[in-house]
């Protein structure tokens, strides 16, 4: 099962309960296209458009797998290196409590993948938290159809080249060390397919703690809070 990868030294401390869902996208193809983009100096503000249609507004003619209308998904540029955007309030309470009644009797211990020379003894205490995947299809609900689709349009990366949502429960003093969510070839071998980008969707607050940290961010080391 693809959903952990390789380990560093610096670890990521979620002290609180948690509830996460991921959707990791294989655009691999578009990969290049989308990383080689020239980086400005200068960071965005956070936008304040919504994700509406626009009246004022006529759409050009499109095909078949187009929209019909001018839309807009508001988000905040937190990092460029690494590329970190922030989408607020990109689904609302109620689809984020009905994902968590879905996945909550599908729980298990989140398990790792392991490099060459791991075994599950040596990588134990690397992930703690319960998880399970789910696919839109799976879901009768039909939220995480339209959460997937808005996905692809805040990203631009089809729905198509996406794997299955993967829900994640973190309760007090579980985490998962630092790490990447792609498959390095020379540690994991071959893949069919790569993970080019991560989307984290978080289902419930916490008074405290519950970060998801980016150590790295050009030649600085800065851990970026999401909540």
Known sequence: MKGKAKRSSTKLGLPTALLLCSFFFLAGFYGSTFLSRDVPSIRPKLRTLEVVEKENESGLPH????????????????????????????????????????????????????????????????RTSSGTFISASEDKTGILELIEHKIARATMLPQTH??????????????????????????????????????????????????????????????????
């Open 63 to 126: 095909g078949e797998t187009g929209d019909a209308s001018i839309q807009s998904i508001p988000f905040q540029v937190l990092s460029w290196r690494p590329r970190a955007l922030y989408f607020p309030n990109f689904a609302s309470a109620e689809q984020c409590q009905s994902i968590i009644a879905t996945a909550k009797k599908r729980l298990k211990p989140s398990q790792l993948a392991l490099r060459q020379g791991e075994t599950v003894e040596s990588t134990k205490g690397t």
């Open 162 to 227: 996406g794997e299955a949502f993967n829900v994640l429960r973190y309760e007090i003093g579980q985490k998962y060390d630092s790490h990447y969510d792609a498959f390095n070839p020379a540690e994991y071998g071959p893949q069919m397919s790569q993970r080019l980008a991560s989307f984290l969707l978080y289902l419930s607050d916490v008074e405290e703690g519950g970060e998801t940290m980016f150590p790295f961010e050009v030649d600085l080391q800065i851990s970026w809070l999401i909540i």
